[in-house]
């Protein structure tokens, strides 16, 4: 594999993760720890806000749910980064931004994640539709 240099925004955000998910009590929080970096830093923090991804998750949402990660918090962190590099290489880029460390989460997470974004008035379908409309548009951090 390529090895990449990671944006700012992406070495940001993961460092914050990276310190936050050790005190996850599920893999809904975890989720939740990767939400709260992705929405304030890069392209990634600009999609999540176009949908309207705020802090709080909805008063309406369903509750998260308290299954157990099946990684540990410095695996899982490693996971993440070796597919957003794996995503960025896909795509050409120079380095790694925020949207591939988002894009990673995302697949990482799989239905959690789609269910933790529901949680925050969001689908990934439309989540999908931002990315691929900041990446044409040559968005990167």
């Known amino acids: 594999m ?17 310190t936050a998910l050790p005190y996850a009590s599920s893999v809904d929080d975890e989720i939740e720890r990767w939400l709260r970096p992705l929405r304030l830093y890069g392209e990634a923090g600009a999609a999540l806000q176009g949908l309207g991804v ?4 909805n008063q309406e949402s ?3 749910q308290s299954k157990a990660s099946d990684t ?10 070796t597919e957003a590099t794996r995503i960025a290489a ?8 925020t949207l591939d460390v988002l894009r990673a989460v995302m697949e990482h997470y799989g239905e959690d994640f789609e269910r933790a974004l529901e949680g925050h ?8 539709e931002q990315l691929a409309a900041r990446t044409a548009s040559g968005g990167s951090d």
């Not at 896909?90 to 931004?97: P, S």
């Open 2 to 18: 390529t090895s990449l240099s990671l944006s700012r925004d992406a070495v940001t955000v993961l460092g914050l993760a990276g």
């Open 54 to 57: 705020g802090e709080a998750r």
């Open 62 to 64: 369903k509750p998260p």
């Open 72 to 81: 540990a918090p410095s695996e899982t962190l490693h996971l993440v980064t």
């Open 90 to 97: 896909e795509r050409g880029a120079a380095t790694v931004g």
């Open 121 to 128: 008035s969001g689908t990934s379908a439309e989540l999908i």
